[in-house]
């Protein structure tokens, strides 16, 4: 038997001793790795298996709408005449920047044309906290006054509207409406004429310009120019409703339904637009098409008053006493409640307006 030496002996052992050191430092770096890599797939296991897997989508970041497209949304959507979808905009885009004023006066004066006018004027008010000088809030909170049957008051407020900018246009003409309902007929048609003649394209003088006509009786006036104001933007429901008033009031009973209808079909969510429809045809004797609309108009908002009122009067044509009585009494109820909230309103904007002034 071939006999290796001390020296060959020597230099194999050590050979099997460093195989066997490098064996054991490639065993413990693979271990090592494989323990992080099991705590970062105990971390984060979806984005890994997202990078592991290549057919798995990776879900993007949901962008935030930024103030200028808030702003663009709120218009875009008030050129088609969606209100609540502008309003809920220029809502958002506070939420982004508390502190724009020009936001408040956008907000306030959509909140008006949507019927909301106490809301309209707490926007108009902010305004006037951020910027005390600004004349279209002034102006605003003058027409929300005026709609919540505060004329001597929106005439006042729309005097410091014209303090501050006597050319805004608007602020004439929401004095005019003021002077209407105050019964000052006069100073509404210089307040008016005034309007006009700083702008005849803006679509707020037109429709105040139709309800001085409207009110002193040239209903077919009133029509013709509430047509002027929808050649600048025929999807606002409000001049739609405006023309259907005033139809309605010369029995034109077919153009009142069709302006009706445009009213609903660009607004079809709001309940007043489908109380005036179906209150128009209650008004024709179809009770079919009446009770239908006047149901959608309650079914949207509950605590509407008016369609309650004239369902009940329905109703009562047909000799429905029962059903009659008990329409009646929400509708009573929810009248009384609004009162009473207009009550506490008048109270409350006389001290803040107060606290304004001073």
Request: charged share 20%.
């Amino acid at each position: 038997m071939y006999l290796k030496s001390e020296k060959e002996l020597y230099s194999v052992r050590r050979r099997s001793w460093r195989l066997l050191l490098i064996v054991f430092v490639v065993l413990l770096v693979l271990g090592v790795v494989g323990y992080t890599f099991y705590l970062i797939r105990q971390d984060a296991p979806e984005d890994l298996e997202a990078q592991t897997n290549p057919s798995t989508p990776t879900p993007l970041p949901t962008p935030t709408p930024s103030l200028a497209s808030s702003v663009a949304n709120a218009e875009a959507a008030y050129a088609q005449g969606d209100l609540a979808e502008a309003i809920a905009a220029y809502q958002h885009a506070l939420n982004l920047e508390p502190n724009q004023a020009d936001l408040y006066v956008e907000l306030s004066r959509l909140l008006i044309f949507a019927g909301v006018p106490e809301r309209g004027a707490q926007m108009a008010r902010e305004a006037l906290r951020r910027q005390p000088e600004n004349a279209r809030a002034w102006a605003l909170l003058c027409l929300a006054y005026d709609w919540l049957g505060m004329p001597a008051e929106a005439i006042q407020t729309c005097d410091i509207a014209l303090e501050f900018d006597p050319e805004l246009a608007e602020a004439h003409a929401y004095l005019a409406e003021a002077y209407m309902d105050a019964g000052n007929w006069f100073n509404a048609n210089a307040a008016i004429d005034t309007a006009l003649q700083l702008n005849d394209q803006s679509i707020d003088v037109l429709r105040n310009y139709g309800y001085v006509l409207e009110v002193q009786g040239n209903y077919t006036g009133a029509i013709d120019v509430y047509r002027q104001a929808l050649e600048i933007n025929p999807f606002l429901a409000y001049l739609h409703m405006a023309i259907g008033r005033n139809a309605q009031v010369l029995g034109n009973y077919t153009l009142a339904i069709s302006s009706y209808k445009q009213a609903v079909e660009v607004d079809p969510d709001n309940p007043a637009t489908l109380d005036r429809l179906g209150w128009t045809y209650l008004l024709q004797g179809d009770y079919r098409e009446a009770q239908e609309n006047l149901e959608l108009a309650i079914e949207i908002n509950p605590k509407y008053y008016l369609a309650q009122g004239h369902l009940a009067t329905l109703y009562f044509q047909n000799r429905n006493y029962e059903d009659a009585i008990e329409t009646f009494k929400p509708a009573i109820r929810y009248h009384e409640a609004a009162a009473r909230r207009k009550s506490v309103f008048f109270v409350v904007t006389l001290e803040e307006a107060g606290n304004i002034n001073t």
